[in-house]
């Protein structure tokens, strides 16, 4: 499925009942991202700094494996619900082991690109 753009960093939204998206997908690890790096403790400025400028790309790199790759319903579910790293980890259990490949290709290149 192939959606306009939107406010996710150019990652529009499309949304069905219950968004399990690819874009929740993305939502949701931005979410999780930011959260745990708000709550990180000792870490100097700039090592924050450096990691918030990851965060984006990345979830840019899992919204496009997700539409490119089609990520099953389940597999979607899962990580827009996740409420935790470990969780949303998890959740990669629900992909083949050629998305999970892809996915970590693409994220790969997401860090790369910045």
């Known amino acids: 499925m192939s959606c306009g753009l939107g406010a996710l960093g150019g990652l ?4 069905k009942g219950g968004d399990n998206s690819c874009d929740a997908v993305g939502a949701r ?7 745990d790096l708000a709550k990180a403790e000792g870490v100097a400025r700039d090592e ?5 400028g990851l965060v984006a790309p990345l979830r840019d ?6 539409r490119q ?8 579910a899962c990580y827009a619900a996740a409420p935790d790293e ?19 290709q693409s994220a790969a290149r997401g860090i790369q690109a910045k």
């Not at 790199?61 to 997700?66: F, I, T, Y």
Request: glycine share 8%.
């Open 12 to 15: 529009g939204g499309c949304k």
């Open 29 to 35: 690890f931005l979410a999780i991202a930011e959260a």
């Open 86 to 104: 470990a969780r949303f980890r998890a959740c990669e259990a629900k992909l083949t082991g050629e998305q999970r490949a892809l996915l970590e």
């Open 61 to 66: 790199a899992m919204v496009k494996a997700c």
């Open 69 to 76: 790759d089609g990520w099953s319903a389940e597999a979607r």
């Open 48 to 52: 924050r700094d450096a990691v918030h």
